[in-house]
């Protein structure tokens, strides 16, 4: 039983760590309908700055966290203002942007590989560990701050879309975006926003995770954008909470199926739910009733 | 000169795969990214089946075909009851899955993949030497390239065509959406498919790297930089990205960064070629990629 209960309080662990990943994904598509799967090489590429200013500049830990937001939020409204905008003022479609952004995220994986090479590289804080232990369940400070920050910043955002101005006007030209701009409302500026936003989370996650797996790579982007790609959908589209609760589901699945699976199906197993999921219930488990399939 | 014979047998694989593929993306407008997978498959089929059974290469081709078809089924029969990104996201799903087979399967030979695969045999002689392996490849892209040219110049090409613009025009006229997409998912598998054979043959082992998302999203790029819909572009796309590469051997770039120069270039030209030039090198349509 206590092992069934240590796997489930990895299962919030890893839940947390893509729902992290898939509130910045999901903010980042209501604003703009776009599948931005340079997300991932932002994740890479800000958790290669905080450890440039952590460990080889030695600037201590506030530092490395802000070097890893604004690298972020910098690298994510760049890609926005330089690519998506244009694609959309020339009214070519999102899906056009997203076979774009794969392009993005290769260009950025393989440009930090160049710079930062292509092994892992330690990232620690120094100092201890503390691990705390309640029964027989294990759970470290890192693991602890990563589900504190993730609840939160679900709720955080759940409130400015639902109950404040400025997230009812993106979800609503997330809609519509011509008659977003027809009522008067800066559309342009609040996509912006939302990359900014959307990317500097991706920032702090970057550093989180990497510090609490304490290794990263060039590599990393790929597979936790895929994963955020998976949670967004079994969640359900267009809605930042859903988006979190897929997180959460999909990293408990894949922690309590290690039970039965070994974990090296866990790739299979997450893709094989999405496809069911997009099958069966194509608004996600949270979503709102839409039809997700035809955008 | 083996190395020209190299070049040349990979360009003549990834111009089958890249024209197997426009079927799909420049003609139906069905943007799939499983085609690696698919292409994994009758590389797989054909490498167990040099290694258990016969290295005959037209049995090779059938039973990679046979096996392509069916995996192409199972990826097809689902997903195309979903449209656009759905549609990519679900093959991007499949993709995943069957390459997580081909990694830890136990028959597939998991990440060291298969080796010691002997030469194929044609009417009892032995393709042995790499100039003959070329001609082979060479005559599947023929092949594949007069079969998609007389695919996509018949009526049935029209119907794709007309799929792509708008399917509900073509269901009012009675035909079915759904089993235009299905014939051409299939078809095109077929080639995908010989194209892992002749991989197989040609290197003699097998390596799953080759059968990664990554692999499914450059040949996309092959597509979209040769010009969705432009048969002459996939061929095109195909030689200039495979050769592009190589000339950085004559240039003063490292060995050692050598692979990340390359990923980083076809990345940009995936970028480049989809914000500025979106009907390819050749290609005429702007609008498939709207």
Redesign the interface.
């Known amino acids: 039983m206590s092992v069934l209960a240590q796997f489930a309080v990895n299962g919030i662990v890893t839940g947390s760590v893509y729902a992290l990943i898939a509130l910045g994904f999901a903010l980042i598509f209501t604003a703009s309908r776009v599948?931005h799967f340079a997300h991932g090489g932002v994740y890479t590429l800000s958790a290669f700055a905080g450890y440039t200013v952590l460990v080889t500049l030695e600037l201590g830990i506030v530092a490395a966290f802000l070097a890893a937001i604004v690298t972020a939020a910098l690298i994510g409204v760049l890609i926005n203002m330089l690519?998506y905008e244009?694609?959309k003022a020339g009214?070519?479609?999102?899906?056009?942007?997203?076979?774009?952004s794969?392009?993005?995220?290769?260009?950025i994986?393989?440009?930090t590989?160049?710079v930062w090479g292509?092994n892992p590289v330690v990232l620690s804080r120094g100092g201890k560990t503390t691990v705390y232990r309640f029964g027989a369940i294990y759970t470290t400070d890192a693991q602890m701050l990563i589900i504190g920050f993730t609840v939160i910043l679900a709720v955080a955002l759940w409130i400015f879309f639902r109950h404040m101005r400025l997230g009812i006007a993106i979800r609503a030209m997330g809609n519509d975006s011509e008659l977003a701009e027809v009522v008067g409302m800066p559309a342009k500026r609040l996509r912006n926003i939302s990359f900014i936003v959307g990317s500097g989370l991706v920032g702090i996650s970057a550093m989180l995770i990497g510090l609490n797996v304490g290794i990263i790579d060039f590599n990393m982007g790929n597979e936790i954008i895929?994963m955020a790609?998976?949670a967004m959908?079994i969640g359900g589209l267009g809605n930042v909470g859903a988006a979190a609760g897929g997180g959460f589901v999909l990293g408990m699945i894949q922690n309590i199926a290690i039970w039965k699976i070994e974990s090296?199906?866990q790739?299979?197993l997450s893709?094989?739910i999405?496809?069911i999921v997009?099958?069966f219930k194509?608004n996600g488990l949270f979503g709102e009733k839409r039809p997700?399939?035809?955008? | 000169m083996e190395y020209f014979i190299y070049i040349g047998t990979l360009i003549a694989i990834y111009a089958t795969l890249t024209i197997s593929l426009n079927l799909l993306v420049g003609y139906t407008g069905l943007?799939s990214i499983a085609q690696a997978a698919i292409y994994g498959v009758g590389a797989y089929t054909t490498a167990l089946l040099a290694l258990n059974f016969t290295n005959d290469l037209l049995i090779s081709f059938v039973c990679a075909a046979v096996v392509g078809v069916f995996v192409s089924l199972i990826i097809a029969l689902?997903?195309l009851?979903?449209?656009?990104?759905?549609f990519?996201?679900?093959t991007?799903?499949?993709q995943?899955?069957i390459f997580?087979?081909f990694?830890?399967l136990e028959i597939t030979g998991g990440a060291s993949g298969l080796y010691g695969i002997p030469h194929p045999t044609l009417f009892g002689h032995t393709i042995r030497a790499g100039w003959e392996k070329l001609l082979v490849a060479l005559a599947l892209a023929v092949i594949c390239y007069a079969s998609a040219l007389r695919i996509t110049n018949a009526p049935f090409g029209r119907l794709l065509r007309a799929v792509r613009e708008d399917q509900t025009a073509v269901a009012s006229l009675g035909k079915s959406v759904f089993r235009v997409k299905l014939a051409i998912f299939v078809f095109s598998a077929v080639f995908a498919s010989a194209a892992g054979t002749i991989y197989v043959y040609s290197l003699t082992a097998l390596d799953p790297v080759a059968f990664h998302l990554?692999e499914s999203?450059f040949i996309?790029?092959l597509v979209?930089v040769g010009g969705t819909g432009s048969l002459n572009g996939s061929i095109l796309a195909a030689a200039l990205l495979i050769l592009l590469p190589e000339t950085f051997k004559f240039m003063a770039i490292p060995e050692a960064?050598a692979p990340?120069?390359r990923?980083?270039l076809?990345?940009?030209?995936?970028?480049f070629f989809?914000?500025f030039r979106?009907q390819g090198l050749i290609g005429e349509y702007r609008d498939v990629?709207?």
Request: no cysteine; aromatic share 10%.
């Open positions: 599948f690519l244009p694609m009214g070519v479609s999102p899906f056009v942007a997203l076979i774009s794969f392009g993005v995220l290769i260009i994986t393989h440009m590989a160049m292509s895929l790609t998976v959908i090296k199906w790739m299979a893709f094989a999405l496809i997009l099958l194509p997700a399939t035809g955008l | 943007i689902p997903s009851r979903l449209t656009n990104e759905y990519l996201i679900a991007m799903g499949f995943a899955i997580s087979l990694m830890n990554d999203i996309i790029t979209i960064i990340e120069v990923q980083v076809y990345g940009a030209l995936l970028v989809t914000r979106r990629l709207k």
